[in-house]
């Protein structure tokens, strides 16, 4: 190791403003995409219809969930050592998921079968055998994790290479989809392009990393680009029109699902921009060759953007004026030098956004039934001011929630634990 490199990277506070931005976006991305949840007798339309990447925050979950597993745990595990692994993911997910499933079940009035409670107290809810209630819809992605902490046991224990496990996986998730393209295929595939993303953060934590201070211009940029990235990701545009392609021209393929069975599989083409963002903020080294796929990375949107250039005037492309304005903000401040006043701004910023990090799993477990809980309420509806109103709103409940459930009642239940 030299002074300019290390192999186990330390704690990262940094990431802390990274896992806030994804919680929120999340919570933005379900405000608007749910329309009149929040607010039964209005959405907002033009610019601020904008759909924030709620989608593609949980692929950057699952690629930092893997991220920290593989940064916390650098040996291989042992056998000896796979209770502790185990009290310590049950303690840090489990107390509060059962929390946050109450939440959505009493919002619903407790209308749901026993079967269906059931199923989600054991993280069984998916889509072949028990959907998972709406009233807190976000808390599929938990049944992922749960299921990718459990395979990385054997796999730690057997010394598999990270980057071998996310290949296979994405073959695995093909091969699946191919031969079965409904039902249990499908749901395989599925599983397998998530474990494939979290698999790529767990192998991000085997690389070399920059003792060097962060430059947190660089970080800022890197959150604008998550912000903007979901409608000028060029290679979610190529796979959905191939996408579109062999539905209409089967060659022989049974694809007459897969305009519904390829959503996850698309996922993986968000896999770059994801690990893009990531590697920011964990202060991977990159050579010569790494820092031209970055750079590749960040102007490749230019070729969507121009889109909108050239068709002003088309209905949609207003909803589009906040990611074209956070790529421009973003790419300049990738590629241009950083002054002294812009890095201090950048800091500042990213120190600001620390405390919801801290907070990001309560966020993201605990928002979904307070919307469902306004929509049910009429009064003060129908217009942009009570939308406004509705926002502020949830995100002072949600904060707060979240904050309780972090701080107050997770530490709780540790200190009774261990």
Same mark, same amino acid.
């Given at each position: 190791m030299t002074n300019r490199?290390?192999?186990? %990277?330390?704690? /990262?506070?940094?990431l802390e403003a990274l896992r806030g931005v994804a919680a929120l976006l999340v919570v933005w991305h379900h405000v608007i995409f749910h329309r009149f949840q929040l607010d039964p007798n209005y959405m907002p339309t033009g610019a601020a219809a904008f759909n924030a990447p709620g989608h593609f925050a949980v692929m950057v979950f699952f690629l930092l969930s893997g991220y920290v597993i593989g940064a916390s745990q650098r040996e291989p595990l042992r056998v000896n050592q796979v209770g502790m692994y185990l009290k310590k993911r049950f303690t840090r997910i489990y107390p +509060?998921? !059962?929390?946050?499933?109450?939440? &959505?079940?009493?919002?619903?009035?407790?209308?749901?079968s026993w079967e *269906? *409670?059931?199923?989600?107290?054991?993280?069984? #809810? #998916?889509? *072949?055998?028990? %959907?998972? +209630?709406?009233? /807190?819809?976000?808390?599929?992605? !938990?049944?992922?994790? *749960?299921? =990718?902490?459990?395979?990385?046991?054997?796999?730690?224990?057997?010394?598999?290479?990270?980057w071998l496990v996310a290949i296979v996986s994405i073959l695995l998730s093909i091969l699946c989809l191919s031969v079965d393209p409904t039902g249990t295929g499908a749901l395989v595939s599925r599983y397998c392009v998530g474990f494939a993303i979290w698999s790529t953060g767990w192998a991000l934590a085997t690389v070399h990393f920059s003792t060097n201070p962060p430059q947190y211009t660089k970080l800022?940029?890197?959150?604008?680009? @998550?912000?903007?990235?979901? %409608?000028? /990701?060029? =290679?979610?545009? +190529?796979g959905e029109k191939l996408t579109q392609f062999f539905t209409q021209h089967p060659l022989g393929l049974n694809v007459a699902r897969w305009p519904i069975a390829i959503v996850r599989p698309l996922d993986l083409l968000t896999v770059p921009y994801a690990a893009f963002i990531v590697m920011q903020f964990i202060h991977v080294r990159p050579n010569r060759a790494m820092k031209l796929i970055l750079l590749m990375l960040q102007l490749l949107p230019l070729y969507t953007f121009k889109y909108i250039v050239q068709h002003p005037n088309e209905p949609q492309i207003a909803a589009l004026v906040i990611p074209a304005v956070c790529y421009v903000v973003s790419t300049l401040l990738f590629l241009l030098p950083s002054s002294l006043v812009v890095e201090k701004a950048s800091q500042w910023l990213?120190? /600001?956004?620390?405390? @919801? &990090?801290?907070?990001?799993?309560?966020?993201?477990?605990?928002h979904f039934p307070f919307i469902s809980l306004f929509h049910q309420i009429n009064w003060f509806s129908g217009t942009a001011?009570? =939308?406004v109103f509705r926002s502020v709103l949830l995100l002072v409940l949600t904060l707060a929630a979240s904050y309780l459930l972090e701080k107050r009642f997770q530490p709780w239940i540790k200190r009774r634990l261990f």
């Open positions: 490199t290390q192999l186990k %990277p330390s704690f /990262n506070i940094q +509060i998921y !059962l929390l946050a499933l109450l939440a &959505g079940l009493a919002v619903a009035g407790f209308s749901y *269906v *409670v059931a199923a989600h107290l054991i993280f069984a #809810n #998916n889509d *072949v055998l028990t %959907p998972t +209630i709406f009233e /807190n819809n976000p808390l599929w992605s !938990l049944q992922h994790e *749960v299921l =990718f902490y459990l395979l990385f046991i054997p796999l730690s224990i057997l010394r598999a290479r990270a800022i940029s890197a959150l604008l680009l @998550f912000v903007c990235i979901e %409608p000028f /990701n060029l =290679f979610l545009t +190529i990213i120190h /600001n956004m620390i405390p @919801f &990090g801290a907070i990001s799993y309560g966020i993201y477990v605990i001011a009570s =939308f």
